[in-house]
Every structure is written in C-alpha cells, then in structure tokens.
C-alpha cells in the first residue's frame, strides 16, 4: 500500500515561547523537524512507495526550513518523495491542505507532529501495518498516573486509569477514511484535539498500537533538555 507522511509543523508553539517555531529547536545540533523525518523514513519498507509531505508554516520557509532542505532531501532519497505544502490556520485544515497535494495513488496518510522528534521505528511500522488492516490506528500508552477531574482547582472525581491510554502520533489512517472524517467534522464545526477522534465520530474502529513513553513531544521549554537525556535509549 502506498504511504504519505503528512509531518505537520506548521503551528506556533506558543505555550514553549521563544523567536524559534518549535519544530525548528534543536536537537543534538538538528531540528526536531529532521530528527523526526528521519525516523519516520526509516520506518518505511524500503519496497513502500511513499512521500514525505512537509506541512509548514509559509513564514518559516526561508528563514527555518530551507537551511535543511539539502538534508531533508538526503534523508528522504531512496525512501519518499519530499513535498513542501503550507499549512493553514488549524491542524485541521493544514491536514486538508496535505491531502490536497497527495497523489491519487495513495492509500494510507500517516499523521505526525514534528515537536515528536523521537518517534519510536519499530512501532511506528507496527502502527502502518494495523491501519493496513483496518483503516485507522495510532500510538498510545497506558495511563500510570492518578487522573483526577479537576474544575476550578477543586477535584471532582478520580478516574479509573485501566481503560485510559494516552495518545500519541504517528496516527495513521485510511486515505479515503480520513478525507470523510475531515469533511464530517467540518461541516459539524468540530475540532478534534487528535487526528483519529475525527475518524472515532464516524464510528469507525481504531486499532491502539503500544507505543513508548520516549515518544515525547516537546511542549514546555522543560521538555528539550529531557529529550536530550531521552535521545540515545529512543533509537529503536
């Protein structure tokens, strides 16, 4: 089945702050952007047909992005097809805008944020083979924390965590499922906080593949310096 990475970084980051778009901060001396490319490439079957949709902010192209096309362009050779596509105003729409710039031909879209620089390429593999199977699944790991219910700073229940997951991205899922998913939730005016709870209000299955704790995403500024200590145990 052919495949297309939609990498999205077009976003702000406004809760890490700083002149940097986060998916540009460095990491071992490379962007989180690249590191996660990377990764995600070479989680491909070397015979996969694939590309590489890079979905990025259009003020961030010259300056942020276009030092690292050489490299982005070497790590994708052999593996994908880079395309560089301008995102929109919400996740939601800079997802349209990759599936947009798609090739007819292809079956599965493989969603990922580049502030997840170490995406595990094991389980993201197992996440492309369970969303060949059925039409959608994501990267998730179990609740083991406490979750309270919190209103105004006041607990209001605590929740059950057996049940509970925590999700992450790669998610991936069917080209033609996500396309109705997408337009089901436009025209319902909802915006899902991750890419298979649109496909979750068609009613649809989503198959969980374990992923890792290190498949942090760099949020807080507090976050870069643990996924420095992170780097050399996530290559896998």
Not at 13 to 21: E, K
Not at 108 to 121: E, G, I, M, Q, T
Not at 166 to 182: E, G, K, N, Y
Request: with cysteine; hydrophobic share 50%; proline share 6%.
């Amino acid at each position: 089945m052919k495949v297309a990475i939609l990498l999205l970084a077009a976003g702000r980051g406004a809760r890490f702050g700083g002149p940097i778009p986060k998916a540009y901060l460095r990491l071992r001396g490379r962007p989180l952007l690249v590191h996660a490319a990377e990764r995600l490439c070479a989680a491909l079957d070397p015979d996969q047909d694939a590309d590489l949709v890079l979905v990025v902010h259009p003020d961030d192209r010259e300056r942020f992005l276009e030092p690292w096309l050489p490299e982005l362009s070497a790590i994708a050779a052999g593996r994908c097809r880079l395309r560089i596509v301008d995102g929109g105003a919400s996740r939601q729409e800079s997802m349209q805008r990759g599936l947009a710039a798609l090739a007819d031909d292809v079956d599965l879209v493989l969603v990922h944020d580049a502030a997840r620089a170490l995406v595990p390429v094991a389980a993201t593999r197992a996440c492309i083979a369970a969303a060949a199977r059925t039409g959608a699944a994501l990267l998730a790991v179990p609740a083991t924390d406490t979750l309270k219910r919190v209103r105004d700073l006041r607990v209001e229940s605590t929740l059950g965590r057996d049940a509970v997951w925590l999700a992450q991205t790669p998610q991936v899922i069917r080209r033609d499922l996500l396309q109705r998913a997408l337009a089901a939730a436009a025209a319902d005016a909802f915006e899902g906080t991750d890419d298979v709870a649109l496909v979750e209000r068609l009613g649809h299955a989503v198959e969980v593949v374990p992923g890792v704790p290190g498949n942090l995403k760099v949020t807080h500024p507090d976050d870069l310096p643990l996924a420095e200590a992170l780097f050399e145990t996530s290559r896998r």
